[in-house]
């Protein structure tokens, strides 16, 4: 079944920045998952994002118990379309639901509480591994970059297989 609403949990804005590109892409409408709780009736069929903690996709299961998920994008600092697998097993998606990875970023200033202390520690051990790694990936290489300065990487294009599957989705 299309889905016929997109929506997101955020924590640090990158999420619902892809929430309103896909939103502009397919012409759905977005809301935040407080808000849908509000306009959306039980049982609507959406697109959900959330943000990835260790695999979790934030709000996914708050999602899933009061609405029909067509698709989930989690939205992480990896690569976008990265821990599919790890995604799937964290959260107990099975295979019949499309699962989407897309990077977003990381802004340690918009983090509070014990999200913000969970990443400077993360920050540290891992970051402090990768900088001593002789030889990194291109990926190892991002992911320290975005740990020691912090940044955006949401990208337009990185939607391209969600709206692609979205046109396709009956």
Known sequence: MKPNSIVYTSNTGF???YAMLLGEKTGLPVYSLEEAGQR????????????LMAGKVQGYAK???R??????CGVCMGATGSQIEDVRKTNAIGSELPVFTLQGGFDMAKLRGVYKLMMKVMAKTVGKKLA??????????E?????VHGGSRVREEYLTEIVDWYHKAQ
Do not use: C, F
């Open 132 to 141: 001593e790694k002789k030889v990194r990936t291109p990926e190892e290489d």
């Open 15 to 17: 999420t619902r920045q």
């Open 63 to 65: 999602a899933s118990a």
């Open 67 to 72: 609405y029909h998920v067509a698709a989930v």
């Open 40 to 51: 959306l009736a039980p049982g609507n069929t959406i697109v959900y994002l959330g943000w």
């Open 143 to 147: 992911m320290l970059e975005l740990m």
